[in-house]
């Protein structure tokens, strides 16, 4: 708005120069007579706040054309907003247990791992008393989980990311003299409502958990499919 005063401003200032100098002429030609003068003057004027205002009207109608814009534009913003305001939120992790130290396993069949100490579980789509996650929603979710073991007394650790029946990564470590490892793994997978995904520890397998909470599973929503 400054720049459009100013460009008006330095218009105008040119205009007056070239009524001054015109009407400088008209009182030469008509010297001696004061009707004259002030006809031509009056004359001068109007054809001068008539050119300004034709300028003032356009631009007033570029500013109106840069109003509609800028209301459309808060508009799409607001559309925008409402958007993702709408999106599904779901995200959860969480850890094994918080004892003091112990072996989880081992089982004599393939088990899910109930990671029972909850950070967060937007959506409620996790159920620590199964370790499993249900998808809520049709979409493509993001999964990390961590595997902590001991050697004592051997080093037998072995956990893999399911979905459904399907074995999808995994973490291993069964020999070594190391005192004790850690390893982890993710995928980014797509899943429809109802689909499960969890944790499961191999027959005759353990892991070591703590109350540092060395083992966690988490995972989350990316998009909707």
Not at 2 to 30: G, M, P, R, T
Not at 156 to 171: F, H, I, P, R, T
């Amino acid at each position: 708005m400054k720049n459009i005063a100013v460009l008006i401003l330095a218009f105008s200032c040119c205009v007056c120069q070239v009524a001054a100098h015109e009407n400088y002429d008209n009182v030469h030609q008509c010297s001696g007579s004061t009707g004259c003068f002030d006809t031509l003057s009056l004359t001068s004027i109007s054809q001068t706040l008539g050119a300004m205002g034709e300028k003032v009207a356009n631009m007033a109608e570029k500013m109106t054309l840069l109003e509609s814009k800028l209301v459309n534009s808060e508009r799409e913003v607001l559309e925008l907003r409402s958007l993702t305001a709408g999106k599904p939120q779901v995200a959860f992790s969480a850890a094994l247990t918080e004892s003091d130290g112990k072996h989880i396993g081992p089982f004599t069949t393939d088990t899910p791992l109930k990671y029972k100490k909850v950070f967060s579980n937007t959506g409620n789509g996790y159920n620590p008393s199964t370790g499993i996650f249900t998808a809520p929603v049709n979409g493509t979710y993001f999964f990390r989980f961590s595997m902590f073991k001991s050697v004592s007394p051997t080093s037998n650790s072995v956990v893999c990311l399911m979905k459904n029946d399907e074995w999808l990564a995994s973490v291993w470590d069964t020999s070594g003299t190391d005192s004790t490892d850690m390893g982890s793994n993710a995928a980014v997978i797509a899943l429809q409502v109802g689909d499960s995904v969890f944790v499961e520890l191999q027959a005759t397998r353990v892991v070591y958990e703590s109350n540092l909470y060395f083992n966690t599973f988490t995972g989350f929503l990316l998009f909707t499919a």
